[in-house]
């Protein structure tokens, strides 16, 4: 007898073909994937053909300063930089309790829509370190329901205040799975240039993941995004190694970007692309026309580069917004970089799925519906990937580690016919 039992799935294979089956689970794993399994089990779901999927990944969150949005106050202006300055007060008040609460929160809301792996930022520039200890605490008490990686994320640059750069080490002591870093916030060029360096340094000699909030400004010479390129050319790093955000990509001249492009066809470096908050965040000190303020994500996935879409915010200093809903992600990033050709629309889908696995670096036998795999999967009141994200579509049941973790029922509208 099977632990769990899914009838007639419309199964979204890893070579992204659809085939009808039954899928069971056992002991946590993938048991079977065939149809008419002639078995029973302690739980059986009749899917009625709707489309099962791996889960959705938020490669790109900010879990410390999420729900925080109207504390102290309201952006007003709507730009990063206020952003900023509200989080600096905010966070004068925050605390482990406080941090852990919203965290947990979060990652509740988006594990209900089909989210179970996760790679948040904390803020490691204030010397308590408590966003940053919060979120290490979360990601233990997390485990047996979702994967959180947490980054050490230095808002205020590692340069910024003498201390920072110490508190970036200690950081990676206490277990922060990824370096970050801000090489555009640092205080000039040459502390940018320097950041890079030193962020790749740390990778190292901790033997850590790299994601850089790279060139989020719409300034067309902010150019860190050749540094971390020619790093990872260098370190060889570049599996390992994720540039976030990039906005100024999208402003660069096409000269620059196409050389640019063609270094960073040498390396494996991912793309982050945070379409929710981009599209509102950048372009506030133009004119008309105005920038969409988003990376070069078409591009960059034409030339084979891996690109994830993630929120980066849920209702914080620098986006009043958010559900949690990744198809909302990927709807943002489909209209705002203009992939509405097939093959896009469907690669939106995989920047929410298989590509955000791949950005957190996760292990081939970790990601994926196949037998042997952990049993980490979402169903989709869709019949394939298209229909998810123009319907936005309800995630009816989400599976993790075996067991059943959330049910929604899809909205049911009754026609009253006027005539
Ligand atoms: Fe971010």
Not at 234 to 252: I, Q
Request: proline share 3%; with cysteine; net charge negative.
């Amino acid at each position: 007898m099977y632990d769990l039992l899914l009838r007639q799935c419309r199964l979204l294979q890893t070579d992204r073909t659809i085939v009808e089956a039954d899928i069971a689970v056992e002991k946590g794993v993938v048991a079977a994937i065939a149809p008419n399994i002639q078995a029973s089990a302690k739980i059986t779901l009749d899917i009625q053909r709707q489309l099962v999927s791996p889960p959705f990944v938020e490669s790109h969150i900010h879990l410390d300063s999420a729900l925080t949005v109207g504390q102290p106050r309201w952006n007003q202006s709507g730009t990063l930089f206020e952003g900023i300055e509200i989080w600096r007060e905010r966070k004068q008040n925050l605390s482990l309790e406080d941090v852990k609460l919203r965290a947990i929160e979060t990652l509740k809301l988006q594990a209900t829509q089909g989210v179970l792996f996760v790679r948040s930022h904390a803020d490691v520039s204030e010397t308590s370190l408590t966003a940053l200890q919060a979120l290490l605490e979360v990601r233990e008490a997390v485990k047996h329901w979702i994967t959180l990686q947490v980054v050490a994320f230095p808002q205020d640059g590692i340069y910024g205040n003498p201390i920072n750069e110490i508190l970036m080490e200690k950081a990676l002591d206490m277990g922060a799975d990824v370096v970050g870093g801000i090489p555009h916030y640092e205080l000039t060029r040459e502390d940018g240039v320097k950041s890079v360096h030193r962020i790749f340094e740390l990778a190292q000699k901790y033997d850590r993941l790299i994601d850089i909030h790279c060139d989020e400004i719409d300034d067309e010479q902010s150019r860190f995004l050749e540094v971390v390129a020619a790093c990872a050319i260098r370190s060889d790093m570049g599996a390992k190694v994720t540039a976030s955000h990039t906005t100024a990509f999208g402003s660069y001249n096409n000269a620059y970007a196409f050389k640019l492009l063609g270094f960073l066809q040498r390396t494996a470096v991912n793309f982050i692309a945070n379409p929710l908050i981009n599209i509102t965040l950048q372009g506030r000190t133009d004119t008309y026309p105005k920038r969409r303020g988003v990376t070069r994500v078409k591009e960059l996935w034409q030339q084979g580069m891996n690109v994830s879409f993630g929120h980066d915010c849920i209702q914080d200093p620098w986006y009043s917004l958010g559900t949690g809903n990744m198809l909302d992600v990927a709807s943002m990033g489909l209209h705002v970089c203009q992939m509405t050709g097939t093959a896009e629309i469907d690669a939106c889908y995989d920047m929410v799925t298989w590509n955000g696995a791949k950005t957190l670096h996760l292990a081939d036998d970790q990601y994926g519906v196949e037998i042997g795999k952990p049993a980490n999967f979402m169903v989709l009141d869709a019949i394939d990937r298209y229909d998810a994200i123009r319907r936005r579509a309800t995630v009816r049941y989400v599976i993790s580690r075996g067991k059943l973790l959330a049910r929604t029922e899809s909205p049911q509208t009754n026609w009253y016919d006027p005539t």
